[in-house]
């Protein structure tokens, strides 16, 4: 780990007990007003904060601020990377430059899908040639979008509409085998028979669906249950939370911390 910044790590949409967890870690941070986020982050850029950390309610926020709007003169607009465009959302955001006249620039993250990557490395299960069947949103179908660097050998999206599951599949890599459809299609059942890897992003578990061959990887954290009662094995996600921690702090401040150290940081977090 190396020595805090400065300046202090902002916290947008966090109360201020989260700043005092962060100081049992070494770092300063602050909880800042969010009623104009386009003028706060402004600020935070002048002010030469290393970076920030986002809460659920303001993720697509921040990002939309990359579409839409000019921050200043010194300070650009937020880019975002894959991860924060293919979810619709940023929980952390780093900022750079504004030296030598330089603009500073805003750098804007989604750390769930290399923290989920992470994660099943962690677990041990053998996502290379398993066939995948994704459920969810478009946006945080996203996340599950990852597991397409682990070496899948066949991905299929339901979306809550073919159209959105289309345009997902259009950002897949080539040579994968890929199929489209929506979580209300009836053939959703018949698909789900050719995977043996279930992923959840978002929403219910569609009735159905899981079978005792399945592994079921659940990132709602709400399915349990019907895993239970189907018979099919749970992929375990206990460590997701400081795996993720892990990696936001790194982006928003450039240090690492070991992800044990985080575990109790990331059930108040998030």
Do not use: N, W
């Not at 597991?147 to 259009?170: D, I, K, N, Q, V």
């Not at 990887?217 to 094995?233: N, P, Q, V």
């Amino acid at each position: 780990m190396t020595p805090a910044h400065d300046t202090p790590l902002a916290l947008l949409g966090y109360a201020p007990d989260v700043a005092r967890a962060l100081r049992e870690l070494g770092l300063t941070a602050v909880s800042v007003p969010v009623d104009s986020l386009e003028d706060v982050l402004r600020a935070c850029a002048v002010l030469a904060c290393p970076g920030a950390l986002v809460a659920g309610p303001l993720r697509a926020a921040v990002l939309a601020l990359g579409a839409s709007t000019s921050l200043g003169v010194s300070v650009s607009a937020v880019r975002a990377d894959t991860a924060a465009l293919r979810s619709g959302a940023a929980d952390a955001v780093s900022f750079t430059g504004g030296t030598h006249g330089q603009a500073v620039q805003m750098h804007a993250t989604c750390t769930l899908p290399d923290a989920l990557l992470d994660t099943l490395e962690d677990s041990g299960y053998p996502v290379r040639g398993a066939r995948a069947l994704l459920i969810g949103q478009s946006g945080d179908l996203g996340a599950g979008l990852a597991l397409t660097r682990l070496g899948l050998s066949s991905l299929t999206l339901a979306a809550a509409s073919h159209p959105e599951a289309e345009a997902l599949a259009r950002s897949l890599p080539g040579g994968l085998k890929a199929y489209v459809t929506s979580r209300s299609d009836p053939a959703l059942i018949t698909l789900a028979e050719r995977a043996d890897l279930i992923v959840l992003t978002a929403g219910p578990l569609p009735p159905g669906v899981l079978q005792p061959f399945h592994a079921l990887l659940d990132l709602t954290g709400r399915a349990s249950g019907a895993a239970s009662k189907a018979g099919a094995a749970l992929v375990p996600l206990i460590r997701l939370p400081e795996l993720r921690l892990a990696r936001r702090l790194h982006h928003a401040t450039g240090q690492r911390f070991a992800p044990e150290v985080l575990s109790g940081l990331a059930k108040v977090l998030d």
